[in-house]
């Protein structure tokens, strides 16, 4: 019987290496007609994405080194509101050194901008995400509907850029047709579950980051969907493992999509 030969990953002596300078290694090629899109979550051994409604009692320090080098790269960050609501978002901070002197030197803008996708634009324009910008940073995108309510839109359209994308549901191919249009070549991800399972079920995810939490939370089907939130994929999606760090217990996965 042939016997199937397996790589140790872990304990290694492999070298010490700095999660910055590891992606700012890696080839992110926009594909045709977009840009790319890299797609972070993290998840507990068994599955769970939050712990009490909140995806930051998973993580740990080497995660949220990972989730601002993620987002150090990017041009744009794009998250569902139902995310925005949960986690109370903030404005994207200004990234660490080398990603910083990376940015400039790619002409990228010294932050990225957040984008999030809302129907009902159910979004609170006194909350800092929309207050605390920084002025020369140019305020978030949202992503909508024409149905959307009128009295919502007005009370954001000055703290915001709203842009239609469909009429009742946002059409992410055109979404991200139209962030490539206004200059982004790579585009973060953030979740939630629901985002999550509209791109990668329209093939538009490119690199999937899922850090597993050394955790098990338990109470299946109370802690939430999961990484993803919606039908069964009629073909499942196929990945490439490309790299796997691992710091305190926690492994950080980067899968292609294939
Ligand atoms: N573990 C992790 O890494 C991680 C990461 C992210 C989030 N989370 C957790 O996930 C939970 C939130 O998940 P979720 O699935 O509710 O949120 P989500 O995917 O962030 O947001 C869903 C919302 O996004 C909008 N939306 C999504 N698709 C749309 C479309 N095609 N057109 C128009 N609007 C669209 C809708 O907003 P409106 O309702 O405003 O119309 C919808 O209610 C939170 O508890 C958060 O902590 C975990």
């Known amino acids: 019987m042939y016997r199937h030969v397996v790589r140790l990953l872990h304990p290694t002596t492999g070298p010490e290496v700095d999660i910055s300078d590891i992606h700012l290694d890696l080839e992110r ?10 797609l972070n979550m993290v998840a507990s051994v068994d599955g769970a994405t939050t712990i009490q409604g909140l995806s930051g009692r998973l993580g740990g320090a080497g995660d949220r080194q990972v989730f601002r080098t993620l987002r150090g790269l990017a041009d744009m960050i794009l998250v569902g509101a139902g995310t925005v609501r949960a986690e109370g978002y903030r404005p994207p901070r200004t990234p660490d050194d080398s990603l910083a002197s990376a ?7 010294v932050r990225p901008r957040l984008v999030v996708v809302s129907a009902s634009l159910d979004l609170d324009p006194t909350a800092p995400l929309f207050t605390e910008r920084l002025p020369e940073d140019p305020p978030p995108l949202i992503a909508t509907v024409r149905s959307a309510p009128a009295d919502r839109r007005d009370a954001l359209a000055d703290v915001a850029d709203l842009i239609n994308l469909g009429d009742t549901r946002v059409d992410f191919t055109g979404l991200l047709a139209t962030l490539g249009d206004i200059g982004a070549r790579t585009v973060l991800c953030e979740g939630g579950p ?7 079920a329209a093939g538009l995810v490119d690199e999937l980051c899922l850090t597993i939490s050394p955790r098990v939370v338990g109470g299946a089907g109370t802690t939430g969907p999961g990484l993803l939130d919606g039908e069964a994929f009629a073909v ?4 490439r493992l490309d790299r796997v760090l691992a710091h305190d217990d926690f492994l950080f996965c980067r899968y292609l999509v294939v």
């Open 29 to 38: 090629p926009p594909p045709p007609g977009r840009p790319w899109v890299m």
């Open 103 to 109: 940015r400039a030197t790619a002409g990228q803008w």
């Open 194 to 200: 629901r985002l999550n399972h509209q791109l990668l």
């Open 236 to 239: 499942p999606s196929g990945l």
